[in-house]
Structure formats: structure tokens, C-alpha cells
């Protein structure tokens, strides 16, 4: 994900405000800080604890210890302008460019749900066609083509290419994972019930897994890549969002006691931070979930609109399909972030263990609930356990519950979302509200 630049200044502030309050601060570089967290968490302490003892001249600022771990620990993930990703030292499958708003895409490449006129007047514009797939699930047909140097706006596409502005077209964007860092010790989550103890099929749009992890000995895991051939996916997240829905630990229970997971991996990556997913490889996830008849997909990933990945869950959507969004982990300021912000997507804000709203979760009225996503204990990419934070660990909470609600009301949207309702605890203002939405979702006492 993007970090707005206000939050290296808050990171930048909170750092001088500790190490001015000693004459004997060392400079601590940011890489050594995200490298090193512990260890540095342990020095912050110890500072705080001798600048307290010590007579200064002016006021300093108060910050306490966990605001500071918060505000340090957001790990830093900018990217540069041109990004080449690449398979090999000899090969790049292709180039990420940054847009407006910080949104990222594929350099010069669009997308367009083409009937077969379209396609024709296509063809024989200056373009270079590089597939044109149906997609049998979703219904529809999709082109993609690079254009020229210089076409920079879909306003300008739609006249070069003699194309109706009622066509839907637009960039082949990047989509970013939503998971912030963690700062608590590892210890048990809660004890908690699954969500139900039914067999019950459900879908997940991210990066692999590592089926190798102990959390998933005896799972039923069904994966699938969407990227380039060469390319592969980073195991992190993925990992830890299937370690919540069906991983089993001494210090992790599943959402689901006895799921059926596909996993549509989707994401490369960027950087030892970020992660990145093109809006064509998620059309691509959905049609196969769709086609496997999956009734939950789960999405912890954000973005910008776009029309052709708003027609593609309208068409997952007219399947029978539910499909669930992280929230998105740019704060409380930020515009809205989709898929989540669509009206027919479920969008899920994160709460911590004190049900308060995690500090990075976006907010809007397109929230419609919140679950615990902030020091969650979940599997991780290395084999080991951890915690981990963010709209993209609520998620799964609610895709779990709509799963198990989906089976006891016979695949009937409307009882599951009713009932998924009725069982949201409200936080914020009475009824729905930009916050938590209708409420929070918490494992129940029993299975559903």
C-alpha cells in the first residue's frame, strides 16, 4: 500500500520529539528502524524513561510509548514513479507507472469489455491488441491493448479509438494488500468458536500460500495463480489471511473448523513492503471462483475505481456471489478505496481487542461492519506464527460468518445479510455510522 506523506512526518515527529530530549541521541536510519523494530522499541523505553529523569528547558511534547510503537511501526512502502517487474535479470514481465492520487498501473495499458463490434473498431486503431479472453462465468469478454506514448486520459482514448462513452474501458490498475505491522508480543488470541463447524466452500482473492505451514496440516486448500508465466507471488499475506479462515495452532483458531478454501493468488511483489495485483489478474481470480461456485470471496485488497472492475463483481455478483472488502488502511482522511467503497461489496473496518477503531481504517459510509483485525495471531509466510494488523485481517471474520449464514439459509442472500446484521454489535452512533457501519461481527460463543 501507498503511505501518505504525512505519515513519514509523524513518524519523523515522533522520532525528534524522544531523541531531542537527550544530548547523547543517535541518528537511527528509518530502514534500521523497520529492520530492527524490537530492538528499537526496547531503546525507546529506555529513552523515554532517562529523558523523564532528565531537567529540560522547554515543555516536550507527551507521547506515549504505544503511540509511538504505532506510528514507527507502519511500515514504509513507497514506491518509485517507473517500477519494473521484472521475471529475471534478462526478462521484465512488464512496468508499473504512478498516477494521479498515487494509484499505480500498468504502463500504457488498458482494458476494455468489448462486444465484437467494438473489437473490430479496435483493431483497427493504432493499438497493439496483447489478449482478448472470455470469461464464461462473468459473462463477458475483455480485450487488453497498449496504447501509444502520449494517451493519458480515458477521454482522450475513447475519441482516438471511435469508441461511444457509454464503452467500458479504462486502466489495467494496481491493487495493493491492506495490512499495516503489528506491535504486541505473541500471545493466544482469544478462545473462540468457529463460526460453524459445516463443511463450507469459500473463495479468496490475494498472494499464495505456504501450504507447508503447520497451521494448515489436513486443510483443504485449492490454489490457483493468475499472474505472468515466470512470475511468482510472495506467500506473507496470503498466508496469513488463510491462517485466520482454516489455519489450526496452539495459539490460532479457525474461523472455519471445516472449510473448503480456493485461493486465486494474484499479487507480486513490489518490494521486501509492498505487494501489487493488476486489475486484469483479479478479473481473471473472479471468473474462476465464479466458475467453481464459490458463494463468499474474500478481497483484502484496495484501489482505485474502475469501471471494468466495478462490471466484473456486477457480473460475480449476478451469480449469486457475495463478495467481501477489506476497508482499506489509508486512515480516516482518505477517499474512498475500492472494491470495498462499491454499494453491492461488503466493507470491513478493523477494530482492536478494545473495540477501538484500529487508527489506520478507513472510514465513509460505504463501511458496513467491523471486526477484530489489529495484533491478530495468525500464520505467517516463514513457517512460524505472528501478529499481524489491518482491514485485511477484519475481513475474513465477515466473509467466515456470511459463509456459515449462506449454508443455513440455503444460499439466500438476502436471511444471510439480514441475520449478519441482527448479530453486529453497535459501537459508534446509533445504527449504521462511517465508523463501524451496522457494527461489529465477533466469533460466537457457539457455531451459528
Request: charged share 15%; with cysteine; net charge positive.
Amino acid at each position: 500500500m501507498n503511505i501518505k506523506n504525512t505519515r513519514v512526518k509523524h513518524i519523523i515527529a515522533a522520532s525528534l520529539c524522544i531523541f531531542s530530549a537527550t544530548s547523547s541521541a543517535n541518528i537511527v536510519r528509518v530502514d534500521q528502524v523497520l529492520g530492527q523494530l524490537s530492538p528499537i522499541e526496547q531503546r525507546i523505553e529506555q529513552t523515554i524513561e532517562r529523558a523523564q529523569r532528565l531537567p529540560l528547558p522547554v515543555p516536550v511534547p507527551q507521547i506515549s510509548i504505544d503511540e509511538l510503537k504505532a506510528q514507527i511501526s507502519e511500515p514504509i512502502s513507497s514506491l518509485p514513479n517507473v517500477l519494473n517487474i521484472n521475471i529475471n535479470s534478462q526478462n521484465t514481465a512488464f512496468v508499473e507507472v504512478e498516477l494521479e492520487n498515487g494509484f499505480r498501473a500498468i504502463e500504457r495499458q488498458w482494458l476494455l469489455m468489448a462486444n465484437s463490434q467494438q473489437l473490430n473498431t479496435l483493431k483497427q486503431q493504432n493499438v497493439t491488441i496483447v489478449s482478448v479472453k472470455n470469461y464464461n462465468a462473468l459473462n463477458m469478454s475483455l480485450v487488453r491493448f497498449n496504447v501509444p506514448q502520449g494517451v493519458n486520459s480515458k477521454s482522450e482514448l475513447l475519441k482516438a479509438l471511435n469508441l461511444g462513452e457509454s464503452a467500458i474501458l479504462d486502466r489495467n490498475h494496481i491493487y495493493q494488500a491492506q495490512t499495516g505491522e503489528p506491535t504486541a508480543k505473541l500471545t493466544p488470541n482469544k478462545s473462540i468458536a468457529p463460526y460453524c463447524t459445516q463443511n463450507v466452500k469459500i473463495g479468496m482473492i490475494d498472494s499464495a500460500i505456504n501450504t507447508k505451514h503447520s497451521a494448515f496440516k489436513g486443510a483443504n486448500i485449492t490454489t490457483q495463480s493468475f499472474l505472468p508465466q515466470g512470475l511468482s507471488s510472495p506467500n506473507l499475506h496470503g498466508t496469513a489471511i488463510a491462517g485466520l479462515i482454516t489455519g489450526k495452532g496452539a495459539k490460532l483458531n479457525p474461523l472455519l473448523s471445516s472449510a473448503e478454501l480456493y485461493s486465486a493468488e494474484v499479487f507480486y511483489r513490489q518490494s521486501e513492503y509492498a505487494q501489487g495485483a493488476t486489475l486484469f489478474a483479479i478479473v481473471e481470480a473472479l471468473n474462476w471462483l465464479v466458475s467453481n461456485k464459490i458463494p463468499v470471496i474474500n478481497m483484502s485488497l484496495t484501489g482505485p475505481n474502475n469501471a471494468i472492475l466495478e462490471a466484473s463483481i456486477t457480473a460475480a455478483i449476478k451469480q449469486n456471489v457475495l463478495i467481501v472488502a477489506a476497508a482499506g488502511n489509508q486512515g480516516p482522511a482518505s477517499q474512498p478505496l475500492y472494491p470495498g467503497a462499491y454499494k453491492s461489496v461488503i466493507a470491513v473496518s478493523a477494530i482492536d481487542s478494545k473495540n477501538q477503531i484500529y487508527r489506520w481504517s478507513n472510514k465513509g459510509d460505504y463501511i458496513d461492519f467491523t471486526a477484530f483485525g489489529v495484533n491478530v495471531v495468525t500464520s505467517q509466510g516463514n513457517r512460524k506464527f505472528g501478529r499481524e494488523s489491518g482491514t485485511s485481517m477484519a475481513a475474513p471474520h465477515v466473509s467466515a460468518a456470511l459463509s456459515c449464514l449462506l449454508l443455513k439459509h440455503g444460499n439466500n442472500k438476502t436471511k444471510a445479510l439480514n441475520e449478519l446484521t441482527s448479530l453486529a454489535v453497535d459501537l459508534g452512533e446509533q445504527g449504521k455510522d462511517t465508523t463501524f457501519g451496522y457494527g461489529a461481527i465477533y466469533p460466537p460463543k457457539s457455531a451459528l
